[in-house]
């Protein structure tokens, strides 16, 4: 079952205008959020961010979108598609409409639709990271600035990356910005260790304000084992780090096993990932 404007629809009646501005220009935006038993982990953080990044697109949010609304939407269609143990990942979309040419009609009306998919387990797991090899996507870069922050429709980048990492033979690639820093990955914000220090880009440098890369420097904020810093990396500095590991919400985070030559451990990321867990069974 799918979710449209909160009326519960079968998979083959969801459908959309050929109109409709996120299919034709991307004018929409979306959070990934992960359900546990009944429960959206981190809504805060994803509501916050979706309504910071409608007021950055000009878009009219209608009074009704409530945190207290679409956690109640959410769960509904968790519950209505009567998953086990009602685990699932969530893409809860927000577009602004039918009609209209790049300048939209002025009585658009604000969509949002909501798409829940099972997932195995309640708790972040430990991944397969020796074959996860990685590279770099050289042939577009991405423009600093909070455009680039956005978890918007147009993942241009993503899926071109996407489809050169597998053509590659490779898991996934890094995204450089136009100064040739690494933002982050196609799928995820990026944290670099080198000892006890661990370092993950700014968001000035253009890299999602991912809701996971929140909890995650929350958490080593408050570890005293590392030091923690938000600058920006250099492809150089890869060679020389004892791991990387991407994070996000439903992945938890996917430690690399090896960038070119250079083979990596990770040991910190299970660390910190014991460490999510436990945030998450005392939450």
Not at 234 to 263: C, H, M
Request: aromatic share 10%; net charge neutral; with cysteine.
């Amino acid at each position: 079952m799918v979710n449209f404007n909160g009326n519960l629809v079968s998979n083959s009646e969801a459908k959309i205008s050929i109109t409709n501005r996120g299919y034709k220009y991307g004018d929409a935006l979306f959070e990934t959020i992960r359900v546990v038993s009944g429960k959206a982990l981190f809504l805060e953080d994803h509501y916050f961010r979706l309504m910071a990044s409608m007021r950055i697109m000009r878009m009219d949010i209608p009074m009704n979108y409530t945190m207290e609304f679409f956690d109640e939407e959410i769960i509904k269609t968790v519950e209505a598609n009567n998953f086990d143990g009602n685990f699932a990942r969530v893409r809860l979309n927000v577009d602004r409409g039918d009609g209209g040419k790049y300048m939209p009609n002025k009585n658009a009306k604000i969509n949002f639709s909501i798409v829940a998919e099972t997932l195995d387990s309640p708790f972040y797991l430990s991944h397969t990271f020796q074959d996860y090899i990685v590279d770099l996507y050289k042939d577009f870069y991405v423009a600093p600035g909070l455009l680039s922050s956005l978890k918007s429709n147009n993942k241009a980048i993503q899926i071109i990356g996407s489809v050169y990492a597998e053509e590659n033979g490779w898991k996934n690639c890094l995204v450089l910005n136009t100064n040739k820093s690494i933002i982050e990955a196609l799928n995820g914000n990026l944290f670099l260790v080198k000892g006890n220090s661990i370092k993950t880009p700014p968001l000035e440098d253009g890299c999602l304000k991912g809701v996971m890369r929140k909890q995650i420097l929350s958490l080593l904020q408050n570890n005293p084992n590392y030091n923690i810093e938000e600058v920006s990396i250099s492809p150089f500095e890869l060679q020389k780090a004892d791991e990387l590991f991407i994070t996000n919400t439903i992945v938890g985070i996917q430690s690399i096993g090896q960038y070119r030559k250079k083979k990596y451990n990770n040991t910190v990321a299970e660390d910190i990932l014991k460490s999510l867990n436990v945030k998450l069974r005392l939450g």
